[in-house]
């Protein structure tokens, strides 16, 4: 695979989009990062060159719906517009046979396909091969580490479409609160104030799959910093006291 030209490709994929848009801005940098993200994490589990390669791809591409969801609906929110996972992978297989434009050979188009599909499900399918599950693994565990670096680096409003005032004023939901308690992820559905958004975020780390995914999150230290999220309203400051101790407690496991 030539990098260079997934790259250049990439950059005239997204050329077409509205660079100043924060939100379009947000998504070409977070491809990069997931990108390097997979590769380390392949790396990690001493792959094959080939295999680190395409690892690198899938975090190069996994993301390619968003562009055209931002544009259409003007936000991240999946149920408020599309699927972006299942969207991307509509472009890239579908009709269109984008993936031709990143990737020429074929051999390897099931296990792209997997990752990018499922890289934001709340679970993976269980017919996946074993070969497919570890690409929609180091794919996953990327995406999710970056996450936490996007809900530091960028302004919640930008990301969330709310006002800092109701994500700071707002209280996280119960349902999402036994999420936490139970050290899971948080499934959509049950996510209902602004700052929800917040918890599911940081509750990404219950999911992660590698050892090497955790000595990034250290590394990182953003998991710390969202954990000590400024809000108004004192039982949801309570509820951050809660979720620093269960973090706590889950990462010396």
């Known amino acids: 695979m030539n990098r260079n030209r997934i790259k250049s490709e990439f950059k005239n994929y997204v050329s077409a989009y ?14 990069y990062k997931v990108a390097d993200l997979c590769e380390r994490i392949a790396r990690s589990l ?3 060159g080939k295999d680190i390669e395409i690892a690198w791809v899938c975090g190069m591409l996994h993301d390619i719906g968003r562009f055209e969801q931002i544009r ?3 936000t991240f929110n999946d149920a408020e517009s599309v699927d972006h996972a299942k969207f991307g992978t509509e472009l890239l297989f579908g009709e269109e046979q984008l993936i031709r434009k990143f990737v020429e050979e074929t051999n390897r188009d099931r296990v792209i396909r997997n990752a990018i599909c499922w890289h934001s499900a709340y679970r993976l399918p269980e017919d996946l091969s074993e070969e497919e599950k570890v690409f929609c693994q180091i794919l996953r565990d990327a995406d999710k580490l970056d996450i936490l670096r996007v809900n530091l680096e960028t302004p919640l409003e930008d990301i969330y479409n709310v006002t ?9 939901t119960p349902e999402v609160m036994e ?3 139970e050290h899971h992820a948080v499934i959509r559905s049950v996510k209902k104030a602004p700052v929800d958004h917040v918890v599911g975020h940081i509750c990404l780390t219950f999911e992660l799959v590698y050892p090497v995914s955790r000595e990034i999150l250290k590394e990182q230290g953003y998991l710390d910093r969202l954990m000590y999220f400024e809000s108004t309203n004192p039982e949801t400051q309570r ?3 809660v979720i620093r101790r269960e973090m706590e407690k889950y990462l010396l496991q």
Not at 164 to 172: A, D, G, T
């Open 72 to 74: 259409r609906f003007h």
């Open 239 to 241: 509820q951050f006291d």
């Open 164 to 172: 800092r005032e109701e994500l700071r004023k707002s209280q996280i």
């Open 18 to 31: 509205d660079s100043q848009d924060p939100k379009i801005r947000l998504k070409i940098q977070h491809t």
């Open 46 to 48: 001493l792959l094959s």
């Open 179 to 181: 999420a936490v308690m």
